[in-house]
Every structure is written in C-alpha cells, then in structure tokens.
C-alpha cells in the first residue's frame, strides 16, 4: 500500500535529494557560497563584540566576547534560519504539492537539513577560533553535545512544521514570524549570559527553551562544564513537546494543502 | 483484480473563502450593518466538484475521463494521486501509481538533468538504486544523451516534458494517470509515449487518461467515463461513450444555433438558412456508409439581388481537422444570387472518410471568392460515418482511398501473378 502508510521514515532518498537542491540552490551563483554559514553568525558576534565590551562592557566571566557570542549566535543563525526557510519551504512549491503526492513534511525538514550543515560549517568555524584565542576545550563534556542539538533539532522542526502547514492557509505567518523572531532574540541569552537575569525572573525566563539550549552550548563549549540539569531538562520537555504537537498538526492537515488555491 | 475502486466518491470545495484579510472583513462587516438588506458573499458557497461517482479500474485497463471543462476530471486524478481526500467515498488504489502531470513540475533549473532524474524519481517515491538501474533506459527513452550534464534552465520546454515522461513511465508503475500532457511534445515523441503507454498497458499497468482529443482517447483507452458537473453520466467502452459526448456537444451546438437563429444577421445580405445531408438536420445513430452517394443541401436566403457570388464548404472531423474544403469558385457553376430564398447543393459520390464523427460547414463569399458574407461555423450539419473501422482501437486516419496492395515475394523466378488484396473503403 502506498497511500496511507507514507511519512518522513519511508523517504530517506527523497529528503537526500530535496536537501541536496536546497543547499545547491542557496548558493548558487553566490560567490561566498558556504562559507556564508560562517560570515554570517561571525560578522553579527563581531558586531556584538565591539558593542558590548567597548560602549556597554558586559561581564561575561573571562571569556573572549567573540567566542562567547559566537556559540550563540551560530545556533541562534540555524534556528532562525530553518524557521523562515521552513515556513517558506510548502508554499515556495505549490506547484510541486498540487500535482504529486510524496510526504509533504520532506519540504521543511529538507529545509532545516540544509540549515544543520551551515551549522556544522560553523562549528568548524568555531575550533579554529579556539585555536587562535587559545582557549581551553576540554574535550569530556562534548560527549553531551548531541544531547544539545538533537534538542534544539527538535524544537526547530516543531516550529518549523507547524508554521509550514499553517503559512499554506494564512500567509500572515511569514511577517509574524520576523517579529517573533526579532523579540525571541532579546529573550534569549546571545548578547548576555545566563546569570544577568534577575533570580526572580528566572522561573518564567527557564520557559523559553532557547535558553536551556544556548546554555548548553555555552556550558560544554566555553566553560568545559555539563549543562546546567534542571534548565536543560525543562528546555528538552518542552522542545520535545513542542516537535510532537507541531508534526501533529503538520499531519492532521496535510490533505487540505491541496484543496488551498 | 481492480487496480483502482472509486466508490460513492464525493468531493465539495467551498467557495467564497478568498476574502480573508482583517481589513476587508471588517470593510464587509461595516458595509452590512450600514445597508442591512444586502447579503454578505461569505455563505455556505459549495462547488460540488464530484458527486457521488463510481468505477473501478482493472489491472491492464485503460480508462478515459472525458467530459468538458469544470466536469471533474482533474480532482478524479488529484484523489487518486492522494493529494487530496474525498469528503465523502472511498477512493482506493492498489499498488505504485505514477503520474504523468504536469512533466518536470519538480525540476529544479540550475540542476544538471542527471542531478534532475534522481530528484524527480525521488519525489515520485522511487528508490535511488532502482533509478540508477534505469537511468540509461531514461535517458536513453528521452533522447537527451548529449545534455544530461547541461542544467534543465538550459532545455527547451519539450525537452523538460520528454525527461518528465521519461522518468515518470519508466518505473513500471502500477497505476498511471495521464493529463493532457501528450499535447506538447512534438508528432514524434507524441507517438513514443503513446506507443510506451501501450507497452505498459501490456504490462499490467492501469491508465487512467485525461485528454481533450478524443481521437488520442480513443487509441489509448477501451473504457472511458463521461463526466460532467461532477456527475457521471455515462460509462462504457470507449466509442459508446465519445458517441455519447459527441452527441452532446452537437445537441449543444444545435440549441445555440437555434437561438442565434431567432436573430437573423443581414449584415452580408445572404444568410444560410440549414445545411441538411440527404434531406436531415444530422445524421447520428448508424450513420452514413463510406460507398453510398451523399447529398449537402445548403439552403439560404438573400435580401437584396446579390449577383455572382461562391459557396464553399468544409468537411471536418469532430475535432475540427479539416478534411476537405470544396468551392463553387473551382467548379464549372455559376451562382447567381437573387433577392428571395434558393438552395445549393453538394453531391459526394463516395465519401471515402474513417468512421467517425464530422460536420459540414458551409459559407458565402462574394465574387472576388476572398470575401466571406456569412459567418462561417454558425450553419454545420454533423454526421458519423459507419464502417467496420468503429471497433478499432486506434484512429488511422481520416482518409480512406480505394486502394489495392500487392506483394512480390523474393526467391520466385518463375513469373507468377502478384498477390492481389482489394481493400475496400470499408476495411481497415
């Protein structure tokens, strides 16, 4: 039977091939090409840099403000980056959805695929500039590494499928999600650590994944620690959470992307 | 077994849902309360696209969707490729369906049509070790060898549409839904695909074809189903069902005819009243034979003493090919228009068509045979023509001469008489 039983499991070629042409198409014709996996998340931790340790100095423990903002800014280019391309990713191939039937969910997660080798550049990217700044990496907390990004992979493509399938009904999705962005941004620990957040804040502050997620790549990356268990725990129940309910609804209205003209 | 069931399926769109947007909502909202009369367009609107259609394929059977625009022919095939689902039925296919839509929709332009055959069989769920065992056949069936490395922007659209074809019927599917995509190719692929589309059928695999050409229908299909305004009305083998059709598509034409009748057009000062065949509006049913005399009578009235003037008429098939064209102006007659109501007349001696379905078209022109003074297509007198060719599969023409074969083998020295085989007008 072919009709009921397709989801992403079964599609392992096509998900290939669509990640393929997406990450050939993003750069094609464009000079930089990959390498603007790394321009992009560095030329904004640069600009952070100058900002917050030569007008607004932020204590942020010791470590070079490059790099402290880098770990940051890097996953935090992917999890926007996958967001808008994945919200796109349905409507940007109606014609595609309107002719032939595959399991539409490819799509967005080709999108955010395409988004994790940017992210993979950029960790390249980032052991070079421990290098230069001789920073010490110890390399024991990695092991909890995957834990990180599997999280935050879940949270992203949570998102990602729910704001896909809802862009097809109403394209009021696209400019909403700029604005969310921008504002999830600044409740997020990029430009300051963790602990500049007032105690009494911190319970609703936990809520936003993003923070357990951010604080876990910092902890293992910058201070050579395990990420902070109670705040990683909540970010991962909630990201987990979040990646059910939104492949849920990506599913329960598959069918009606088609009926929208 | 039956490769595809459809049973009881209906389908409903709803309609007056375009207006979406905050602003204008509240705009009609506004409006509304202001003039409490008016309705608001944001009702119960539904498009029944299918209503309750039934029919199964089996495996190695070819059924034709025909009916007019709007019938429901392309959301059949959209339920069948599971794009979307009925809202009330059951629309079952067993086995790999393929679909022959929209050719190349997921070509990507900047990739090489080698990078473009594993994307597109990726999408129509084909496993990359299976396309790497055909890719040669694909290429190879689209004849592209030369620029399988040059990316798709670079390909003219027919090239696009032959590796489209290529990859979807190249992976022996079970079910395979043909769309109006025969259409643009040229002749010689058109003849490929119809010829890889009867391999299949050999093969097992059901097709279920949408084309407007009635005649590519009637080679690729033994069983076609006539929809209109998403209602079956009619289904059976094939040449029942496009005599049917045809009917109606006539029946239409008369009815319209009758109503521009009741205004009649002095504009060219000659109007042709009826173009009758041996003395009848049309001649349906059994029809006329190939090898009996035909008499056009066209009948027409004038206003004014006209003077010389010409006639000619067309012969066309149903699907308006031309078939043959007559003029007075060629002929040894000389027509004289006077002001009151005469009649010409057209004698086929034989008329030497394939069965099928035809019309007659007739119009005036004047002296100068360059300018028409009626409208042409308004007056046309339809006729089927009978013949033992109706349960033929495919359509071998228009034409059908008096001509006789004879065969000279090899290895006769002796002069022998050569073989003679008469084929009559009649026989294929």
Known sequence: ?261 | MDAVTFEGVSKHYRLGLTRTSLPSLAAEWVRGALRPGTRTSRGDDVLWALNDVSFSVRRGESLALVGPNGAGKTTILKLLANITKPTAGRVHVAGRLSALIELGAGFHPDLTGRDNVFLNGAILGIRRTEIQRRFDDIVDFSGLERFIDTPVKRYSSGMIVRLGFAVASCIDPDVLLVDEVLAVGDAAFSQKCMSRIRALIKQGTSIVFVSHNLYLVKAACEKALYLSAGRCLCEGSTDEVIRAYEQDIHDERARRCAVEQAVPDHGGGIEITSVTLNGAPAAGGPGLRNDTPVDVRIAYVAYVDFGRAHVSAFVRRSDGIACCMLRTSRADIDIQVRAGEGVVTLRFEKLQLCAGMYYVDAYFLDESDAVVLTPAGVRSAWFTVAGDGLSSPDDSGVFEPGAQWAHQPAESRAPTTPVHATEGPARR
């Not at chain 1, 400019?175 to 963790?194: E, G």
Request: hydrophobic residues 55%.
């Open chain 1, 1 to 261: 039977m072919i009709r009921t039983s397709q989801t992403i499991l079964g599609s392992g070629d096509l998900l290939r091939e669509w990640t393929a042409r997406t990450i050939r198409a993003r750069y094609q014709q464009s000079m930089l090409g990959w390498l603007w996996a790394v321009v992009q998340p560095a030329a904004q931790a640069i600009i952070l840099a100058v900002v917050f340790t030569r007008v607004v100095p932020i204590d942020v423990g010791g470590v070079p403000y490059f790099l402290f903002a880098f770990v940051a800014t890097a996953p935090w280019a992917f999890f926007a980056g996958s967001l808008t391309d994945m919200t796109d990713s349905l409507v940007s191939n109606m014609s595609l959805v309107n002719k032939i039937y595959f399991p539409r969910e490819v799509l967005p997660i080709a999108s955010m695929v395409a988004r994790l080798a940017d992210l993979a550049v950029a960790a390249a990217f980032f052991g070079l500039a421990v290098l230069f700044y001789d920073a010490p990496l110890p390399l024991g907390p990695l092991i909890a590494m995957p834990a990180v990004v599997l999280v935050h992979i879940a949270l992203t493509t949570g998102l990602g499928l729910a704001g896909a399938a809802l862009n097809v009904f109403v394209r009021d999705v696209r400019p909403i999600l700029a604005l969310v962005l921008q504002l999830w941004f600044y409740a997020s620990p990029v430009l300051y650590p963790v602990e500049k957040v007032p105690a009494s804040l911190r319970p609703y502050y936990d809520l936003n994944p993003m923070v357990g997620i951010i604080d876990g790549y910092r902890s293992i990356l910058l201070a050579g620690a395990l990420p902070d268990g109670r705040s990683f725990a909540l970010a991962a129940g909630i990201s987990v959470g979040i990646c059910v309910a939104g492949y849920g609804l990506f599913k329960a209205v598959e069918y009606r992307f088609a009926d929208v003209v």
